[in-house]
């Protein structure tokens, strides 16, 4: 499966993001039910970078064509599946990193998209909630993406999102976003 360059996100309408989203057509990982054949080695860092066996994976292609085939199991745990095998991988924190936005509208017509580091285009929804856990250093954002699988907002990203609540501060009971119809409270709970 080739590789597109990854577009220019500021430079694209929303006509055109819902049309890329439309053609990234995901394998049926949760169709694959193989036997469990072993361990990947590989590990996904808390901040998007992923390992084998230690050392990065340098090559973006590799990694956006493994996050293809990456599946959340009913015990939390996640595995890189195909139709023969299914290898155990590592996750730190989340699996996919949010680290770009795209902000079309305003107010409740709002719509935040956000590119992964992966490359995929997630449209904030009902179907794709953000939600903020407490940690130790304060709010830990996450936006979820597809079959349990979340991606941590960047900092500079949950910074954009901040200033998006406060600009609406007063006109919502408390402070938040909106994006498809769907309002997110920044509190973490």
């Known amino acids: 499966m080739p590789m597109?360059?990854?577009?220019?996100?500021?430079?694209?309408?929303?006509?055109?993001?819902a049309q890329l989203m439309e053609e990234d057509r995901l394998p049926p990982v949760e169709r694959w039910n193989p036997t469990h054949c072993g361990d990947s080695g590989m590990t996904i860092l808390r901040d998007g970078r992923w390992l084998h066996e230690g050392a990065p994976i340098t090559r973006e292609s590799m990694v956006r064509l493994f996050?293809?085939?990456?599946?959340?199991?009913?015990?939390?745990?996640?595995?890189?599946?195909?139709?023969?095998e299914k290898l155990s991988i590592a996750v730190e924190d989340a699996p996919f990193l949010a680290s770009e936005l795209r902000v079309e509208g305003e107010g409740t017509e709002s719509r935040l998209i956000f590119r992964l580091n992966t490359g995929d285009l997630v449209l904030a929804d009902a179907g794709h909630p953000l939600r903020f856990e407490k940690g130790p250093d304060g709010p830990l954002p996450y936006l979820q993406v597809r079959g349990g699988m979340d991606a941590r907002i960047a900092r500079p990203v949950y910074y954009e999102l901040v200033e998006r609540a406060l600009a609406r501060e007063g006109q919502d009971p408390i402070p938040g976003v909106w994006s498809a119809g769907s309002f997110f409270p920044l509190d973490a709970a």
Not at 67 to 84: A, C, K
């Open 67 to 84: 996050s293809t085939i990456l599946r959340r199991e009913p015990d939390g745990s996640y595995v890189l599946v195909t139709p023969v």
């Open 4 to 17: 597109r360059p990854l577009p220019d996100l500021a430079s694209l309408s929303l006509a055109e993001i």
